[in-house]
């Protein structure tokens, strides 16, 4: 299996095939537009920007089941996003990525990859660190999504090459993106 196995829904509900992304190096997200991390969306854009010529796509999965920092219609979501970060790069449907209700590709994404582990020297990774060991102390071994902005890097054949977590920079994802390209 490879992420070109999977259909997803797009904002205006109709069904979009991964496999129109054949041949690209894809980076999947899942987001909040309320979120510490939202600003990560300014960054997000200058690397799309930067590489979208070459091959890369970004595919951005709003996502409401952390804190419910992502309220509102897709529609909402998307202007906010647009509005705010210029965001130039393909927008979904929101989603859950976690649990019964979570997509196919999530479920996939969850299934083959392991939980990096926050890094503890950005400013969000100590509070994501002891909110989330309060509530499961064994939280780190398992490999659900922990919070948003996680990502996913696939290489040009559609394989699953990295997860990053979201205090990870995204200097080291672009340099991975970079690799691949």
Known sequence: MNIYDFKVKARDGSEVALADYKGKVVLVVNTATGCGFTPQYSDLQKIYEAYHKDGLEILDFPCNQFAEQAPGTDEEIHTFCT???????????????NGEQAIPLYKWLTEHTTFGGFDLSHPIGPILNDMLKKEDPDYEKNSSIKWNFTKFLMNRQGELVQRFEPTD??????????ELL
């Open 83 to 97: 509005g705010r970060f210029g965001i130039a790069f393909p927008q979904f449907s929101k989603i859950d990525v």
């Open 169 to 178: 920079s995204l200097e080291k994802v672009e340099n991975k993106i970079k």
